[in-house]
């Protein structure tokens, strides 16, 4: 099976000297032949620069010393390209320095010519430290008042932690230009420099970067990490490993080994570069940081470190999928999309919350590694820059308020019980500091029950995140929901009402799958929160094993062979509200035909549904005209983004009582007094064809509520009157008449 992102990238450095500026050192591309998963924890811990895993085989580029490793472990290997700087030189631009990319000089006079064109919204170039050989790491800023501190939302752009990620300065200097030659024409980029803070670094690695200058001028260098001495002739440190948030949690994210390519350094922060970029974090308040890398096509958020999801998870997702949406980049945590990394920058920035604040920080991997690797045809520097202006612009957009990208929290609703007259008070709670209400549907439903659905109508029932309804396959009638079968997708079908769990509720539905097995996998996941964390259950058709460090936990994998039920019990959640929701996740592979769900228990329908208000803004509403029986009432909030909560549990309202007349029953004369002359009407009405009893012919004369008009009633109303009898139309019920 040919995995897309399958390339297995290791950078070696020097044959003879790391720290000699002679001949340009050779990288190498291999072909590395995997069997089990034993080999691919083999090539990790050689501490190799890996830019994907696939099934079957892993690429690298290596260099002697690295190629003696590789053989010591007995692996195969095919080389493919023998050498990458040639490789790289031959797709660029000979006439110019660096083959068409910036020296660092030209970047540095790059910011100096931003700011002298637009010293109104930039700041002076100014250093947060020093490198290890002493050359200055600089930063500026982009605002309206740019050489105020104000209080507005701030956002962090840097580049080149690896130095042959040429095209990462590239990226930022375009946006830069875009946001000031824009300034004061385009709104949105009006909007936001007057309203963040926008702080730009263009070269975090400013050695290795003119180190690469130094060893390969035409362009193609590929030398990594800093140019820190080792002491075993080897040099530098991976700057994106030397983090402390979970530095050397093990040595596959990270190397100990100094020769490696993620060498991670003989401390945390041990590198000078890394303190400073440290402090200059430490002394801000950013909401949100864009960390470029190449070249991948990926979108990588927390955590890094190991096979788990962060706290904010759904946060994360939902701007990986906006991403995706402008750039058809991949998102996920590094270790599902890609290869473990500790020491990392994206898990210190989330993951550290006592030296700052919490900071939503994301990699991401710029250009395709087949057809742009890490030095782009210079015909592809234009596209690639211009590619990520609108996600840029998009993580300045969301700085002040994050938390929208999550539709809000769906609201509690209060239980009402038995109701005796035509209206009630409705109640509920909504709950939600980072995403409130700004108003909230009400609806009214009759015959609510728990079914079997079939998908034989794609209703509100299902909210759909990348699955679909699908008529190519199903278990009954003609319908089933379809998860997609691209590479790296993370497809969710989610139900859109809270069900109240019961003692031996069993979710169950028919399945049809062929998920690329220990590769791929799907997931019944349930939250009793109303969306805001999400788990795995176990079921029927569900496994622990996780031969390649893809299960999530409980995942679905392999073939069904045909359609089966599948049974997921919810015994731990019995009293609780939940949603549940069904998730396929895939590699960077090529897949299979992928997951298929038909007929599931219980989803929750209804017979007849009328939205009552979608305007009203307290937690309370007045419900009126409501027929005897039993309703059935839930509520869904709505925020500022136009997005909606998933619904609230529902509650039944059973409504019994008679409804009451507009007019006096007995006032048979429509007088507005119950008295003999009304007797008399209703006699000479009876017996002597006189005049009907008004407004109603029947229920303004039907005394004793039989729902007639006779002798009987003239009777009643005459000992109502003398004899302190019942009060007449006490009983009646005026929906009868």
């Known amino acids: ?81 023998d050498d990458m700087t040639a490789f790289y030189r031959s797709r660029l631009d000979p006439s110019r320095a660096m083959g068409g990319y910036r020296t660092l000089s030209e970047i540095d006079l790059v910011l100096d010519s931003i700011y002298n064109a637009h010293p109104e919204i930039v700041t002076a170039k100014w250093s947060i430290g020093n490198s290890i050989e002493g050359r200055p790491i600089w930063v500026i800023k982009i605002s309206d008042n740019p050489n105020i501190d104000e209080d507005e939302s701030e956002v962090y752009y840097y580049a080149v932690h690896h130095a042959r990620e040429v095209i990462t300065p590239e990226v930022l200097i375009y946006f830069m230009r875009y946001l000031t030659d824009n300034y004061g024409t385009d709104p949105q980029v009006t909007y936001l420099v007057d309203n963040r803070e926008l702080f730009f670094s ?97 979108f990588l958020y927390p955590w890094g470190y190991d096979e788990i999801t962060c706290p904010d998870e759904d946060i994360f ?50 250009g395709n590694y087949y057809a742009d690797g890490f030095w782009p045809p210079v015909s592809r520097i234009t596209p690639l820059v211009q590619l990520h202006v609108q996600p840029n612009l998009f993580y300045a957009s969301i700085a002040d308020s994050i938390e929208l990208l999550l539709a809000p929290a769906p609201p509690s609703i209060y239980a009402i019980g038995d109701v005796d007259t035509a209206y009630f008070q409705l109640y509920w709670h909504h709950s939600d500091q980072y995403n409130p209400a700004q108003s909230f549907e009400v609806w009214q439903m009759q015959d609510v029950a728990r079914i079997t659905d079939s998908l034989e109508r794609q209703g509100p029932i299902w909210v759909e995140e990348g699955f679909t309804f699908a008529t190519n396959s199903s278990h009954s009638t003609t319908h089933s929901y379809f998860s997609g079968n691209r590479s790296n997708i993370d497809t969710r079908l989610t139900t859109g009402q809270a069900l109240r769990v019961g003692d031996g509720d069993t979710l169950q539905f028919w399945t049809s799958y062929i998920i690329s097995s220990g590769w791929d996998y799907g997931y019944v996941e349930i939250s009793i929160d109303g969306g805001s964390s999400w788990g795995s259950i176990p079921g029927s058709i569900t496994t622990q094993d996780d031969p390649n460090g893809q299960n999530l936990g409980h995942g679905i994998t392999g073939s069904s062979s045909g359609w089966k039920l599948a049974k997921f019990p919810l015994t731990q959640s019995v009293g609780q509200d939940i949603l549940y929701r069904f998730r396929y996740v895939t590699d960077g592979s090529e897949n299979n035909a992928g997951w298929y769900i038909d007929d599931i228990y219980p989803a929750v329908l209804c017979t007849t549904s009328v939205m009552l208000t979608d305007t009203v803004t307290d937690s309370t509403f007045f419900v009126t005209d409501i027929e005897p029986g039993d309703n059935y009432y839930r509520v869904r909030a709505k925020d500022t983004e136009n997005q909606f909560s998933s619904f609230s549990p529902i509650i039944m309202a059973r409504v019994s009582y008679n409804e009451q007349c507009p007019w006096q029953v007995a006032d048979a004369n429509n007088d507005g007094i119950t008295d003999i002359s009304d007797a008399v009407n209703l006699i000479g009405y009876i017996f002597s064809s006189g005049p009907a009893p008004i407004p109603n012919a029947v229920g303004s004369g039907d005394a004793d509520c039989s729902g007639a008009v006779d002798i009987s009633d003239a009777v009643y109303l005459i000992s109502y009157i003398f004899s302190g009898g019942g009060v007449p139309g006490a009983t009646c019920d005026c929906k009868n008449y």
């Open 317 to 366: 997702a939902r701007m990986g999928d906006s991403v995706h949406a402008m750039t058809d980049y991949m998102p996920g945590p590094p270790w599902r999309v890609l290869y473990a990394v500790n020491g990392g920058s994206t898990d210190w920035e989330y993951g550290e919350q006592t030296t700052k604040e919490k900071i939503f920080a994301a990699n991401i991997e710029v």
């Open 1 to 81: 099976m040919l995995h897309r992102y399958s390339v297995f990238v290791v950078a070696v450095i020097m044959v003879f000297c790391f720290g000699s500026v002679g001949a340009t050192p050779k990288y190498s591309t291999v072909r590395i032949t995997v069997d089990k998963t034993l080999d691919y924890q083999v090539i990790q811990s050689l501490g190799l620069d890996i830019v994907g895993l696939g099934e079957g085989y892993a690429e690298a580029i290596l260099a002697p010393g690295d190629l003696e490793r590789l053989q010591s472990t007995g692996l195969k290997y095919t080389i493919t390209i």
């Open 202 to 298: 263009t070269c975090l690695n400013p050695d290795g970067y003119y180190f690469n200058e130094q060893i390969a001028s035409g362009g193609g260098g590929m030398w990594r990490k800093n140019r820190r001495e080792n002491g075993d002739d080897s040099y530098g440190v991976d700057l994106n490993r030397n983090y402390d948030y979970a530095w050397g949690y093990d040595d596959f994210g990270s190397s100990p080994i100094p020769l490696a390519e993620t060498y991670r350094g003989a401390a945390p922060f041990s590198e000078p570069e890394i303190q400073a970029h440290r402090d200059f974090i430490n002394s801000r308040h950013f909401k949100v940081i864009a960390n470029y890398h190449s070249a991948m096509n990926l």
